[in-house]
């Protein structure tokens, strides 16, 4: 499966990433259809590498005609945000099953903090870095889409 492949490949490459989005929901028990999976990453040049080994290792590519490690420069990231309204740098596998795995570009999440309060869950012995529930806020609120409010609800509830 390739969200189990997508967490080894993270684990065994040292990736420091945090899981968002729909997925994370999920695993903080709020229901919700996802395709694609969100992440938060370190955006330092050694963690860079990993992840750059870790998505080569899965056959992921850029979705936009621009080089992997083109995501190491923080002046292309700020002008993908600025001039291209870019909130994530996507990638894609070669076959349509392939989820495409969002790297968060474009959001106010300070890292080193977030992941110090990240919690490690077990995915058929796997470990997943997921955003804790008050950063999972912060960028739903950020968001603000609708489906952000209800989502904001149901973390703050702790119910689905």
């Known amino acids: 499966m390739f969200y189990l492949d997508l967490f080894r490949s993270l684990e065994r490459h040292r990736v420091r990433y945090l899981l968002v989005g729909g997925l994370a929901m999920n695993l903080h028990g709020v229901p919700r259809m996802t395709m694609d999976v969100d992440l938060a ?71 080193e903090q977030a992941y110090c309060r990240r919690e490690t869950r077990d995915l058929a012995g796997v470990p997943v870095s997921l955003a804790s529930v008050e950063d999972m806020i912060s960028l739903k609120e950020q968001a603000g889409r609708a489906q952000d409010i209800s989502d904001i609800r149901h973390l703050k509830s702790g119910r689905p």
């Open 41 to 111: 990453l370190a955006l330092d040049s050694a963690n860079l590498q990993g992840f750059f080994d870790a998505v080569r290792e899965l056959g992921l590519k850029p979705a936009l005609p621009v080089l992997l490690e083109d995501l190491c420069d923080a002046g292309k990231r700020a002008e993908w945000v600025e001039k291209r309204n870019m909130i994530a740098f996507a990638l894609q596998g070669a076959e349509k099953n392939v989820p495409t795995v969002d790297v968060l570009i474009g959001v106010e999440l300070p890292f």
